[in-house]
């Protein structure tokens, strides 16, 4: 089965393409719903070498825009993840971390990466990786604006330095337009393409 699924990407992408996907490590903060479902649309092209990030356990208010199920409330969310992609691929390398990330800790966790996505719920802690990991010469995937629903052609992607790119409406507040599964799912699709685009090349 999986030489058949590799074998289609190979079609589609091409050998040389698919060999830079499955060589490169994907950072991923936060398994949420942008985390959740960015990872499954990486997995989906072929990245099999992944650090992903996450303290939190699922809930079932997740269960509208996040990549789990009824029955995985209460795990946490690495190890529901974790079962979840490997269902996809079962030969992928998983470094699943249940870790609050901070100044401390971040630059080391995602020291072999090549890119690290930035998934996290609040604007500070968004911010806090973002500027800790900037410095260094990884690309960074960041995503801001993405609450409510309709208009999501205003869900765009910007390349605000040589290795941030900002993917959001950059104006919509999750506190005021609750973050549902049609943008959530949008956003994630774009920084999965971000990545993809990035780590494959023209």
């Not at 825009?65 to 946490?76: A, H, I, L, P, S």
């Amino acid at each position: 089965m999986m030489g058949a699924f590799r074998q289609d990407l190979i079609k589609k992408l091409g050998a040389d393409r698919l060999a830079k996907i499955e060589k490169a490590r994907i950072g991923i903060a936060g398994a949420g719903g942008l985390g959740s479902n960015c990872a499954a649309c990486l997995v989906r092209v072929g990245f099999r070498n992944f650090t992903i990030v996450d303290f939190d356990v699922v809930d079932a208010t997740n269960l509208d825009r996040q990549f789990y199920f009824e029955d995985q409330v209460g795990m946490k969310k690495v190890e529901a993840l974790r079962t979840n992609l490997l269902r996809i691929n079962a030969g992928l390398e998983l470094q699943m971390l249940s870790l609050k990330l901070d100044p401390a800790n971040m630059v080391e966790t995602f020291r072999g990466c090549d890119v690290v996505v930035e998934c996290l719920d609040r604007a500070e802690a968004k911010t806090m990786l973002v500027s800790g990991l900037l410095a260094s010469a990884k690309l960074i995937v960041s995503a801001s604006g993405l609450g409510g629903y309709g208009s999501s052609d205003a869900i765009q992607t910007r390349r605000l330095k040589s290795n941030l790119i900002l993917i959001g409406d950059l104006s919509s507040d999750i506190d005021k337009a609750p973050a549902l599964a049609p943008r959530v799912s949008v956003a994630a699709a774009k920084q999965a393409d971000a990545v993809l685009e990035f780590i494959a090349g023209a």
